[in-house]
């Protein structure tokens, strides 16, 4: 097998196995439909297997991203739409492909690549669980209470074309988040990739108030076309969290949903107390996918912007896979790859914890906080 980037002609090829391997129903639309960011013409970072006549026998796409985390940006990579024909499986294809990939990001600069599996093809070469999320599963009753306890000047519409660049500004505001301009996103919303995914038909409802748009929520709801996969389920908020739990409440009688799944990444506790309050019964979960560390020196380095100038040499790298020596007080923890992911981005890391109940910390006062992530099943699903 011949293993090489992706060229603009041999992309047609790669939506053609995506469309045959992962499209389950006639009127699904079509992987290059739902993934631009993908297929679409242009620099491709994409990986393919050919074989001997040169026809593409497996396919994983490669996208690169920014995202930021408050003054931080993490440059990284999205891998998605892996798949191989089924003559050609058994050969570790795709493993390969994989390896191509990592090799890729390294030379980049990228310091991490999430993964939409968390199959062995991925935990076995080294792409880990990360993070905590929270999914709250919405109901009627949940629904009725809530509209109870919460203001009711808003105006629940959906979203029209010139609302584009208000909603650019309600996501860029968040403390986590993918960065992208108005014109990706204007493409995003379009392409509906996660709903697509799931089979649902995307709804963008904003919450206006005297003229101003405060929230913005898209929804994936049954539609007339595909059978879903999924319930009803929230792919993307942003804006004032009543104004986001209103449009939630709206949501069900304008569309007649019975239930609504909402997962929201840990840092949303603000929109996640509302809920709860309302009787949403929640349960603590992991970000979706798994998440490989391409270069653990240039983790730290991207973060750096965020962290305080007490927090000088608390964390460092004695290599790009470690070991990694973490500081806190008279305190000495070294990690491996996937304890720095861990230390690093989950609110509840072992390592922060232990080191934040040694009591040791009279020489050094700073403890790490975890850092936020977006949820990856949102409009940047890949």
Known sequence: M??????????????KLSDRIFLKEPDQPSMGISFPMIFEPGISHSYGAFD????????????????RSGAAMLKVFSVGSVCTDPNHRGKGLAGELLDH?????????????FVSGARSLYTRAGCRYFGRAMQHRLTLENMSQLKNRLKSSYQIR????????????????????????VNDLNK?????????????????????ENGSVKAVAIIGIPGNVMTPSSPPTLIEWAGDNEAAAFILSEAFNQYAIQELVVSLPWQDQGLSSILKEAGSEVHDIRNS????????????NQITPILPEEAA??????????PYVYKQGKETIQLDDEGLLSLLFDPQSPYRKAAEESGNTEDHQFTLRPIPLPYTEGLHYI
């Open 289 to 300: 996918g798994t998440l490989y560390l391409v270069n653990g020196r240039e983790l730290i």
């Open 101 to 113: 990939c990592k090799a890729h990001a390294k030379r980049s600069g990228a310091s991490l690549i």
């Open 313 to 322: 040499g608390i964390l460092q790298a004695q290599g790009e896979h470690g």
């Open 52 to 67: 001997a006549e040169n026809k593409l026998a497996s396919f994983m796409g490669l996208v690169p991203f920014t995202i």
């Open 2 to 15: 011949d293993i090489k980037k992706m060229e603009p002609r041999t992309l047609t090829e790669a939506v």
């Open 188 to 208: 995003l919303l379009d392409a509906s990739a996660f709903s697509n995914v799931i089979r649902l038909e995307q709804k963008v409802l904003v919450a206006e």
């Open 158 to 181: 959906e979203m029209i074309s010139e609302d584009i660049f208000k909603i650019h500004e309600l996501l860029e505001k968040r403390s986590s988040g993918y960065v992208s301009t």
